[in-house]
């Protein structure tokens, strides 16, 4: 932050906003404070007398922070965040009101959660779900109201949100990998955590131009807009000089967010004009999840402070860059070991092998998951365009470390840099660099030194489900292996046959050549690996048996939590078409048609009167415009009419799938099609009838 002229607060000011560990350290009775990590570390019941102290000392703290509300924070199946504001006063009795908060209702809360998805979880009749708090995830003041990170079930234990199974898949990948561990000697660690560090991508466009556009308030995305003369083909605009106004907003969206104790720390323009990233320092995936929850927020509620809007839609404009999510992951032990980075010592080495084939087949079992977990309707215009990562899900691994692999599968001898490896477990195994520059941004799902990065997310994407398919898919191969190797007698040999055998059987997963290659299309297909291009024909592998049953014997969904989070994902997806659809023929009806009208009816009165002048005057300019116009406001009419019936139609379906299917084929189609004739109008009708912001406009509107 070059241009921070306070950057000299900032230590000041990070996390000042969270009742943190210092904060609770300082202020809690020392027993109070020492049940508390416990609880945290241990994932324990918290004690009501424990609760209700720090509950009173968390209040008063969050008083003089400025809240006068708490609310109970949730992750419901929206996708974002919701809360219920209630006041700390309590009537006192004597008609005067004090400030209270309890420890009940610091530990359990139950909004009226009514009408938030639960895929027939939870009747609407019987709408009790209770929030409890997530104490590994601090409190934190933003406003006027105290925050209370929790998780959300329904009262037979069922998760209604997305924080509950992460917390599970947690729990699960720290009990498979400790079983690891201990095979390979490692007693000291107590735990083991998957750390996330999410790269969040975002347009920033004027307030003004955005309030004229509904598909973008409405939907998040232009459903047309004519291609702008000049867009991304420069390049001049990823880590380009950063705007006066927008580093104006970035400035102030950090410092907020290192208030609430976010890390918010590279920020950069990206490739597409008005494109920007920011990404924070990695954090447990919990924490990280939480944050990035904040910092989606925040980007939004800053933005409008300086006239701004800030779309984390994932395909805003047609033949623009979309935005994406990337997720860096990787698994550490609480002793501060990467098991994702080579070690220094042959027998490290063994087990950053074991760890990194255990992702590998954990990846290439379960692609349909990797897939589902970044399935929406938004991100379908990314997945498969020819930007994103295609819908095919493959491992980059470098060449290095792949010939590594090959190397060690053939038995063969690996000289690369000076290095040899000959058998597993004997030899040290070089150091990956961290960040070469030749490094594959086509991959979906990248090795990069020490860390795996799934570049699937789409920008506005809950990062929670993406991290519970690759926290729980690991822990599952991890007890594979443990399983297997747990009755071993010669463990060495037997880690050597396993880590051998795993890269034979799954190094059709690791392609390190251009994703956005159409030959990678084919050879994909070849090799066996799925290629689901949209979300209906992705989500069904969420209830797939085999999926059902790893999730089940994990304990991160029952079969019941699945099917229902199958059903609102398939709900979500025709919704929203629906919703693209209804503000299109909207749109239609009230901008595009009467510019149309308008414009004519100008051309016609112009050929007339032209005429009335003199019959020999030339008139060829205007008439071919109009007749060029008439001829498309015709098909205009027959595909918004289409597009009307299609809604319509679509509504008979009773089953989820196959609805969202008709959606995808009937709806989404119609929607295309209409579009192309709305583009092509647009570039002939004059701007004084076009009142829509054009892309040109949105794209430049920040000066
Ligand atoms: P790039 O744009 O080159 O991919 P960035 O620096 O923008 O890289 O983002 C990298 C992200 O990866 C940051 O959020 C960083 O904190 C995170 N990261 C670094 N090391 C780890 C790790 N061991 N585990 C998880 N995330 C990590
Ligand atoms: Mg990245």
């Known amino acids: 932050m070059s241009n921070n002229n306070n950057s000299h607060n900032i230590t000041e000011i990070f996390g000042s906003m969270v009742f943190g560990d210092a904060v609770m350290k300082e202020r809690l009775p020392k027993d109070i404070y020492k049940a508390l990590k416990k609880t945290i570390a241990n994932g324990t019941h918290l004690e009501l007398d424990v609760a209700n102290v720090v509950a009173t000392v968390m209040k008063d703290w969050a008083i003089e922070k400025g809240a006068t509300h708490f609310t109970h924070w949730f992750q419901p199946m929206t ?104 095979l390979f000697g490692v007693t000291d660690a107590k735990r083991v955590v998957s750390s996330v560090g999410p790269e969040q991508e975002y347009f ?33 605009h990823y880590f380009g000089t950063i705007k006066q106004r927008v580093s104006d907003y970035m400035r102030e969206l950090n410092e907020e967010l290192w208030k609430l104790g976010v890390y918010a720390k590279t920020e950069h323009n990206e490739v597409a004009p008005a494109q920007h990233e920011l990404a924070p320092i990695y954090s447990e995936s919990n924490i990280a999840t939480d944050h990035n929850q904040l910092v989606m927020e925040m980007m939004k509620s800053v933005a409008a402070k300086h006239n701004l809007a800030c779309l984390l839609h994932e395909k805003p404009f047609a033949g623009v860059n979309g935005s994406g999510k990337h997720v860096n992951w990787s698994v550490a032990t609480d002793t501060g070991i990467n098991l994702l980075e080579p070690g220094d010592t042959p027998f490290e080495n063994a087990q950053f092998l074991l760890f990194l084939v255990a992702v590998i087949k954990a990846v ?3 692609q349909d998951l990797m897939r589902v977990s970044v399935a929406s309707a938004g991100n379908d215009h990314r997945l498969g365009a020819n930007e994103a990562p295609p819908a095919i899900v493959s491992i980059f691994l470098g060449d290095e470390l792949t010939e590594i692999l090959n190397a060690l599968e053939n038995d063969t001898l690996y000289t690369g840099k000076g290095q040899t490896l000959m058998e597993i477990g ?20 990248a090795f990069t030194g020490n ?45 050597s046959k396993l880590i051998k055998r795993t890269i034979k059987n799954h190094k059709r997963i690791i392609f390190n050549g251009n994703g956005y290659d159409a030959a990678w299309v084919k050879e994909a297909e070849q090799r066996g690996l799925s290629n689901l291009k949209t979300t209906p024909e992705a989500l069904p592998a969420l209830i797939h048996p085999k999926n059902v049953e790893m999730f089940v014997r994990h304990g991160v969904f029952s079969e019941h939590e699945l099917h229902s989070r199958y059903d609102i994902l398939l709900e979500n997806y025709s919704k929203t078409i629906n919703i693209e659809a209804l503000t299109m023929i909207d749109m239609v009806n009230k901008h595009v048609i009467p510019a149309v009208i308008d414009y004519q009816n100008e051309l016609a009165e112009l050929v007339l009167r032209k005429k009335a002048v003199s019959p020999d005057i030339a008139t060829t300019l205007e008439e071919n415009l109009l007749s060029k116009i008439s001829r498309l406001s015709v098909s205009l009419e027959k595909r918004l009419n289409h597009l009307s019936e299609q809604t319509i139609a679509v509504r008979d ?32 009708i004059g701007s004084k009838h076009w009142k829509l912001p054009t892309y040109a406009e949105i794209l430049n509107s920040v000066n």
């Open 653 to 684: 379906i009773k089953d989820n799938l196959e609805l969202a299917k008709a959606y995808r084929e009937k709806v989404y189609m119609a929607m295309s099609e209409l579009r192309l004739v709305v583009d092509e109008l647009e570039m002939l």
């Open 204 to 236: 920033l466009i004027d307030r003004d131009v955005y309030l004229k556009r509904p598909d973008l308030m409405y939907c998040g995305r232009t459903l047309f807009g004519a291609r702008p003369p000049k867009g991304q083909e420069m390049e001049d």
């Open 364 to 366: 290439d079992d379960y």
């Open 79 to 182: 996708g974002v965040t919701a809360e219920k504001h209630d006041s700390f006063i309590v009537p006192d009795g004597s008609g005067k009101a004090i400030m209270e908060f309890s420890g009940k209702a610091l530990v359990k809360g139950e909004p009226d959660a009514s009408s938030f998805p639960s895929g027939g979880l939870r009747s609407t009749f019987e709408a009790r779900g209770y929030t409890a708090w997530d104490p590994t995830s601090y409190a934190f003041v933003k406003g006027n109201t105290l925050y209370i990170p929790t998780a959300f079930c329904s009262y037979s234990g069922e998760a209604l949100d997305k924080k509950t199974p992460l917390l599970r898949s947690m729990q699960a990948l720290n009990k498979q990998a400790l079983r690891v561990l201990q």
């Open 451 to 495: 860390k795996f990065e799934f570049r699937m997310l789409g920008s506005a994407f809950s990062i929670a489900g993406p991290i519970i398919v690759l926290n729980t898919i690991v822990a599952e191969v991890l007890s594979q292996f443990a399983d297997e190797l747990e009755k071993s007698t010669d463990f060495k040999a037997d880690l």
């Open 426 to 445: 004997a030899t040290v195994l070089p150091h990956f660099p961290k960040d070469t520059t030749d490094r594959n941004r086509t991959s979906p799902f």
